[in-house]
T-cell receptor, first 116, second 111 residues
């Protein structure tokens, strides 16, 4: 069974559209993340949720809005898509350990977003 | 500021040669250090972490607190080691614990 899954795997859309990417983990982890990987393979954290609560919100445009309906899901909604949003988006999850320290991260397969 | 540096964007070696992927970090406190790997068309996955002190696929990494380095080494590179490698310290940051990923080093092992 896949531990961290994302849908869709590929997303091609026009500028100005609104789109969502879904992420689900069945590992029982309580922390989930969204990362953006650009064309140079640089990986940057966007958001982190712990038990449905936002704990990390890096400097990303307001057009990006994460939503966590429960601790097994973290979806990413993007409004008014721009060319620069083209990238691979990875979801990940980890388990919170003692004193809030998070553990190894488990990544989804990625969603390749292409904005035309 | 907390920072992680992987100075080499691309490292190309011949099969059987030793390989060392460098990682230096600047972090307050005592971060935990990880190496993640991304093979072609696959998801990122953990390669090793310093507290485990284990060797995975022949790779080892020693944490040098004096030099604040966590270089990844393998004595004899194999073609299947070709991948993108990310050094990732985990430490306390504003908002809780956070992992910062380095820019990554692409390892290319030639036949």
């Amino acid at each position: 069974d896949t531990a961290v899954s994302q849908t869709p795997k590929y997303l091609v859309t026009q500028m100005g559209n609104d789109k969502s990417i879904k992420c689900e983990q069945n590992l029982g982890h309580d922390t989930m993340y969204w990362y953006k990987q650009d064309s140079k393979k640089f990986l940057k954290i966007m958001f982190s949720y712990n038990n449905k609560e936002l704990i990390i919100n890096e400097t990303v445009p307001n057009r990006f809005s994460p939503k966590s309906p429960d601790k097994a899901h973290l979806n990413l909604h993007i409004n008014s898509l721009e060319l620069g949003d083209s990238a691979v988006y990875f979801c990940a999850s980890s388990q919170e350990g003692p004193r809030g320290r998070t553990d190894t991260q488990y990544f989804g397969p990625g969603t390749r977003l292409t904005v035309l | 500021a907390q920072r992680v540096t992987q100075p080499e964007k691309l490292l190309s070696v011949f099969k059987g040669a030793p390989v060392e992927l460098k990682c230096n970090y600047s972090y307050s406190g005592s971060p935990e250090l990880f190496w993640y790997v991304q093979y072609s068309r696959q998801r990122l996955q953990l390669l090793l972490r310093h507290i485990s002190r284990e060797s995975i696929k022949g790779f080892t990494a020693d944490l040098n607190k004096g030099e604040t380095s966590f270089h990844l080494k393998k004595p004899f590179a194999q073609e299947e080691d070709s991948a993108m490698y990310y050094c990732a310290p985990l430490g306390r940051n504003t908002g809780g614990f956070k992992t910062i990923f380095g820019a990554g080093t692409r390892l290319f092992v030639k036949a």
